[in-house]
């Protein structure tokens, strides 16, 4: 099977690094997710990454803390799980990049759109820390910022569930699953799938999105291959 997509923007969430630690890194787990990102990349697909922090620290934790204070402890947590991927990555002999939405310059490169399209081409994958550099917003939305910078195909976003249902799948056995939903619909019904912020900066720059299941890393493989897995968010 070929490539459906070249250009992808993969979401990671911070809680996929930590497997069933549910806390900090899983090595092993980092490393199978990188084996299924490095055979994306043999496949010819260009991959930039964006990861969360949520392994590591959830936005405010102590309910008096500043929260403009709290984000940037959470942006720092991306930036340790940037480096870690990027680090799995180099071991299994795939280049890559970090950049950073804030500079800090002996660690990783600055964000620059340009240069992160040229590593892009040349066969790097990119990783990009920090979120979106500000507080208030989420790695979601970093990734729909970014993927519409690049020009991302599609973000390929990895949930804790495999895709959106009708009902409570965990609860509803029957419940079933929706090949595409509209982001217009993800907005009116409040689903929780993606935050509104990053579903609508989606719709606007026309990036579709798939929500899938890491539980199994090869979906990775899968999901740029096209098969119908997980559920694609469009207009
Ligand atoms: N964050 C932020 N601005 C951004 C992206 C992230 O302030 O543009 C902070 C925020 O505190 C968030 C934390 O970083 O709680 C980790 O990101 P997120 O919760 O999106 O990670 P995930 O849930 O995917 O692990």
């Not at 959106?164 to 929706?178: E, L, T």
């Not at 993606?194 to 026309?206: E, F, G, M, P, V």
Request: charged share 25%; proline share 4%.
């Amino acid at each position: 099977m070929g490539l459906q997509y070249k250009r992808i923007l993969l979401k990671l969430s911070g809680e996929a690094m930590a497997g069933e630690k549910h806390f900090g890194l899983d090595y092993p787990t980092v490393q199978r997710i990188c084996e299924s990102i490095k055979a994306c990349h043999e496949l010819g697909a260009e991959i930039a990454i964006v990861v969360g922090g949520g392994n590591f620290w959830r936005g405010r934790q102590n309910g008096s803390m500043d929260r403009t204070r709290a984000d940037h402890i959470g942006m720092l947590a991306t930036v340790m799980n940037s480096l870690s991927l990027a680090d799995a990555l180099e071991s299994l002999g795939v280049e890559t990049r970090v950049q950073t939405a804030i500079p800090m310059q002996s660690i990783a490169e600055p964000y620059i759109r340009n240069k992160a399209v040229r590593h892009l081409e040349k066969g790097r994958v990119v990783i990009f820390g920090c979120g979106t550099g500000n507080p208030f917003f989420s790695t979601d939305t970093a990734a729909a910022l970014r993927s519409a910078e690049i020009g991302a195909d599609i973000i390929m976003m990895a949930k804790m569930v495999d895709g959106v249902y009708d009902s409570d799948p965990k609860k509803n056995p029957d419940a079933k699953r929706f090949e595409t939903v509209s982001f217009s619909e993800i907005l009116a019904k409040e689903l929780a799938v993606i935050d509104s912020t990053a579903a609508s900066l989606c719709r606007d720059n026309h990036t579709p999105v798939l929500i899938f299941s890491l539980e199994d890393p090869r979906n990775i493989v899968r999901a740029v291959q096209g098969e119908p897995i997980g559920t694609i968010l469009r207009e």
